[in-house]
């Protein structure tokens, strides 16, 4: 079977860095905010091309967090895409918000930066990109639509550790922007963690208070923080992963680049990448008008597949009291039908890559026959 994701091989080729990393947190007799999170934090800004990096419990975290940092609560509304991961929803939920969905773009996956406009309303405040599968949202008009009126933009950056945008990193483009380590990430750590970064030392202040029971000095809390930090474990192993990031985004790249080469004339709407973006290719995202059945013959070949994501948050039960039937959101729910995510990952061999490609061609013939 190929896998979809070997996570074992992943961390192993670091298994001697981890280890070191390990023991040096053991020795140090600090386990929560001690040297190794701020050693992270400047160099996962750094990667970022941002001033400040505050690192989290996890994205979900740093989404919640980011909109409490922006003050924002019950009435207001945060536009976020139809077509997205629950959590970036989750966040305007726990906020009291209410998220307020707009759909992808025709031909791709991302927010239609033209759709938003209609969906501002006066108690609009934020806007929620999210640069899905590693490619990023069109960023200068949603900016631009931002600025007109008067709102802030969070970035959902979790999964797209070192994607560009018109050739500047995701890091700040946004007011804040939110990252998860969430192990199967681009950058993923032994367990959960998330950062916010951002170029408003003012945002990261509060941040840093919110991430830490509201306080920036021990026992002397000034607004109503949550216990939310990025532990020094997590850090210092993220820290020993994190050179190796770009080379694996590289690869990730090269294996995207050999699925759509190959499957280019096979009857398969297939990823495309738009214009002035470098895309990191956390998922190889095809569609099919018989997806379940493009699955199971997969499955059967010996290829691993997944679905992200089967359910919209629209159509999911936690969202009923919003009463978006099915058919309000179409583009949304029509990803939600004929998405699949081929295997993709950094450890990712070429012959494994290309027995994928003739497993796909195969299932295809046989589902034209
Ligand atoms: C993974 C993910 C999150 C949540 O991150 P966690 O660390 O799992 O809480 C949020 N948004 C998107 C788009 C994600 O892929």
Redesign the pocket.
């Known amino acids: 079977m190929i896998p979809f994701l070997d996570l074992k091989q992943v961390n192993g080729r670091h298994a001697e860095a981890i280890h070191e990393a390990v023991e040096r947190v053991l020795a140090s007799g600090w386990y929560i905010l001690g040297s190794e999170l701020p050693r992270f934090e400047q160099a996962f800004a750094a990667f970022c091309e941002a001033r400040h990096a505050i690192g989290v419990a996890?994205?979900?975290?740093?989404?919640t967090l980011s909109l409490r940092a922006l003050g924002i609560g019950p009435g207001d509304e945060v536009i976020v895409p139809s077509h997205?991961?629950v959590?970036?929803w989750l966040a305007v939920s726990h906020v009291g918000a209410t998220p307020v969905p707009v759909e992808p773009v025709a031909d791709g996956f991302n927010i239609d930066p033209a759709r938003i406009e209609t969906a501002i309303t006066p108690r609009t405040k934020v806007i929620i990109p999210?640069h899905?599968y590693g490619e990023p949202a069109d960023l200068e008009p949603i900016l631009d639509v931002a600025r007109r009126h008067r709102l802030r933009v969070v970035e959902?950056a979790?999964?797209a550790h070192g994607a560009r945008y018109r050739g500047r990193r995701i890091g700040a483009h946004g007011d804040l922007v939110?990252w998860?380590?969430?192990p199967g990430?681009n950058l993923g750590a032994l367990g959960?963690?998330?950062a916010v970064t951002t170029d408003d030392a003012e945002l990261a202040e509060r941040l840093h208070a919110l991430r830490n029971y509201g306080s920036r000095m021990k026992y002397h809390h000034e607004v109503i923080g949550f216990n939310s930090r990025l532990d020094e474990l997590q850090a210092a192993v993220l820290g020993a992963k994190l050179p190796f990031l770009d080379d694996d985004n590289a690869h990730r790249s090269r294996i995207a680049a050999q699925y759509t080469a190959a499957l280019a004339n096979a009857p398969l709407e297939l990823p495309t990448i738009g214009s002035h973006r470098d895309a990191v290719w956390h998922l190889y995202v095809v569609r099919h008008p018989q997806r379940d059945e493009l699955a199971a013959r997969l499955r059967d070949l010996g290829v691993a597949t997944m679905i992200h994501y089967p359910v919209a948050p629209h159509l999911q039960p936690a969202y009923a009291a919003l009463g978006l039937q099915r058919g309000s959101l179409p583009l949304a729910e029509a990803r939600q039908d004929q998405v699949l995510s081929l295997p993709m990952g950094p450890t990712q061999s070429a012959d494994e890559t290309a027995r994928v490609i003739s497993a796909v061609r195969e299932a295809l013939r046989a589902m034209a026959s």
Not at 58 to 63: P, Y
């Open positions: 996890n994205g979900l975290d740093a989404l997205t991961f959590a970036t999210v899905l959902d979790a999964q939110c998860s380590f969430y990430k959960d963690g998330g």
